[in-house]
């Protein structure tokens, strides 16, 4: 069934609540009861529940009222729902969720893994903690805080700096979705991912690796002093009024940098909503705006369609420029700056039988945005 809600957490009142809410939510996470349990880099996917009900942060409104045909929404959510692993499809326009549409056993509460989707938020961290200090600069060599990897590596190797590894030119050696199985073997991953063989220069050369964002996490974790997962809670999913029900966790401590985040549609769709508005949320500056700038980048032209920034994804749609966080298995979080639009998109990856991920291009140009209508059409 499609509800049609609208955003209440927008308003300076529902705001000030929302943040004292978030506040005592960030300090009474157990990070260690929802972390993983380090035996296998990636987990078999399993469905959590998230006891929050949220219902109170939402209220309604039709698309109308946002500029946008019923009609034509209703179309497209119908045809992306003919996808056997769709869990759920939300729009969000003028901050008001004007389609929201579950699928075979999706829910509102319902929290998966929204896989590489995390590493849009683990890029929102970092750029969290260079503006409190703790890290002095994206340039700065990861050998400057992790060392004791560093012992016996090569000049070139220390040369790999945090930005290198956020936009996937570490020049590290990484086949991925292979790799991560021999690394898991081992008894301390992020040594295992950095001593894999430089085989291009840093910086120069992309190449997609989630050993790069974990061991972005080991450099987070070492200069806070918070496990990734504490510090997400408090200065991020905890304002907003979000809480991870699972974090992954490797040996040694270091929470999943990039992957093994489990999150309701909701909360994705508010971590969309929080990039829309250049990094401010209620009224306060959570994330950065040069964080935001740096997602929208084209950094790197990985084909004629996509390319790639710090752990988002861009894309023209239509001539419109969109950004986006791209998770396996069909998790999207589309942000459209010209139109004011919010696109999120889950999906089961429990049973890789069934699970085949959607195109969001089809639906985004064949039915969202020809069903706006009002200003931004």
């Known amino acids: 069934m499609l509800s049609l809600l609208a955003l209440a957490g927008c308003t300076d009142a529902a705001s000030s609540k929302s943040t004292a809410t978030g506040a005592a939510t960030a300090a009474a996470v157990d990070c260690d009861r929802i972390a993983g349990n380090g035996r296998t880099f990636y987990e078999s996917n399993p469905t959590y529940t998230d006891p929050q009900d949220d219902g109170g942060d939402w209220s309604s409104t039709a ?40 699928y075979d056993g999706g829910g509102a509460q319902r929290s998966n893994n929204v896989h590489s989707v995390s590493k849009s938020v683990l890029q929102a961290l970092v750029h ?24 016996e590596a090569s000049p070139d190797k220390k040369t790999i700096t945090i930005r290198h590894m956020l936009t996937m030119r570490s020049g590290l050696d990484w086949t991925e979705d292979s790799t991560e199985s021999r690394v898991e073997k081992t008894s ?13 220069a840093p910086g120069t050369t992309y190449n997609y690796s989630s050993g790069n964002t974990h061991v972005v996490s080991a450099v987070l974790q070492k200069t806070t002093g918070m ?31 990039g992957y093994n985040v489990y999150l309701t549609p909701r909360e994705m769709a508010k971590f969309g909503l929080l990039y829309l508005h250049d990094g401010k949320w209620g009224g306060r500056q959570l994330v950065p705006r040069g964080a935001v700038r740096a997602a929208q980048a084209r950094t790197t032209e990985v084909d004629d369609v996509f390319a790639y920034s710090e752990g ?47 195109n969001p291009r089809e639906f985004i140009r064949d039915y969202l945005l020809p069903a706006i209508t009002g200003p931004g059409a």
């Not at 992306?80 to 389609?99: E, F, K, P, Q, W």
């Not at 301390?188 to 291009?200: K, M, P, T």
């Open 63 to 102: 698309p109308e009222t946002q500029g946008m045909d019923s009609t034509k929404l209703r179309t497209g959510l119908t045809k992306l729902g003919n996808n056997a692993s769709l869990l759920s499809a939300l729009v969000i326009r003028h901050d008001r969720l004007v389609a929201e549409r579950y």
């Open 128 to 151: 969290i903690a260079v503006e409190k200090g703790d890290i002095r600069s994206l340039d700065d060599p990861v050998a400057d805080y992790l060392p004791e990897y560093f012992s």
């Open 188 to 200: 301390n991953w992020v040594r295992s991912i950095l001593g894999r063989e430089l085989v291009s």
């Open 227 to 257: 496990s990734t997962c504490q510090f997400a809670h408090q200065y991020l999913f905890g304002p907003m009024g979000i809480t991870a029900e699972h974090w992954g966790r490797d040996p040694q401590g270091v929470f999943s940098g």
């Open 312 to 358: 988002w994804w861009t894309q023209t749609i239509s001539e419109r420029s969109t950004y986006f966080a791209w998770g396996f298995g069909g998790q999207f979080v589309y942000v459209i700056p010209s139109t004011d639009v919010v696109l999120v998109t889950s999906e089961d990856t429990s049973d890789n039988s069934i699970n085949k991920e959607i």
